[in-house]
T-cell receptor, first 112, second 112 residues
Framework: DVKVTQSSRYLVKRTGEKVFLECVQD?????MFWYRQDPGLGLRLIYF???????EKGDIPEGYSVSREKKERFSLILESASTNQTSMYLCASSLDGSYEQYFGPGTRLTVT | QQPVQSPQAVILREGEDAVINCSSS?????VHWYRQKHGEAPVFLMI?????EQKGHEKISASFNEKKQQSSLYLTASQLSYSGTYFCGTFHTSGGSYIPTFGRGTSLIVHP
């Protein structure tokens, strides 16, 4: 079974802090994605990556950056956290760009 | 732009049927359907790749009309375990990449 793990289930940070969210998949998938999920808004794509050291912006990249130094790991970085970035963050991976996505358990981030 | 899902919410009794629709303004390569139970990660249900294709999974099936850029998810003889939020994920191509966009979700509640 594909396993996607995220570094924390719950995280509380202060405004202005630099925040790192880590995602690791164990199935040698090429593609990895970061979404944020807010009530009533569904899943919105922040960034995705189709290869190591490669990244592409999604629909809402502002205020975020990503890093993919190794195939299995995809990190989401909030350079200076703000309260409007309080949300559930979901990581996903897929074998190919349009194949089924496997989601991690999510990180609920609260910025105070 | 996110695909539009309808209805936003459905309440059923066990054994009843439901249809969830997903409509996109973009030309689609494929459509995915996922179910998310409260507090859990979204789980893949099925993928539709070709226009007019229908796929089934037990009592859950789906259709994809590529021309109309629409997909529908059919849940027949619903069970309590079907409760959750259903998301459609549409994929379009851009610059050689597959770009996923998810709808806002349809909440399905099945009562005994």
């Amino acid at each position: 079974d594909v396993k996607v793990t995220q570094s924390s289930r719950y995280l509380v940070k202060r405004t202005g802090e630099k925040v790192f969210l880590e995602c690791v998949q164990d199935m040698d998938h090429e593609n990895m994605f970061w979404y944020r999920q807010d009530p009533g808004l569904g899943l919105r794509l922040i960034y995705f990556s189709y290869d190591v050291k490669m990244k592409e912006k999604g629909d809402i990249p502002e205020g975020y950056s990503v890093s993919r130094e190794k195939k299995e790991r995809f990190s989401l970085i909030l350079e200076s956290a703000s309260t409007n970035q309080t949300s559930m963050y979901l990581c996903a991976s897929s074998l190919d760009g349009s194949y089924e996505q496997y989601f991690g358990p999510g990180t609920r981030l609260t910025v105070t | 732009q996110q695909p539009v899902q309808s209805p936003q919410a459905v309440i059923l009794r066990e054994g009843e049927d439901a249809v969830i629709n997903c409509s996109s303004s973009k030309a689609l390569y494929s459509v995915h359907w996922y179910r998310q139970k409260h507090g859990e990660a979204p789980v893949f249900l099925m993928i539709l790749l070709k226009g007019g294709e229908q796929k089934g999974h037990e009592k859950i099936s789906a259709s994809f009309n590529e021309k109309k850029q629409q997909s529908s998810l059919y849940l027949t003889a619903s069970q309590l375990s079907y409760s959750g939020t259903y998301f459609c994920g549409t994929f379009h191509t851009s610059g050689g990449s597959y770009i996923p966009t998810f709808g806002r979700g349809t909440s399905l509640i099945v009562h005994p």
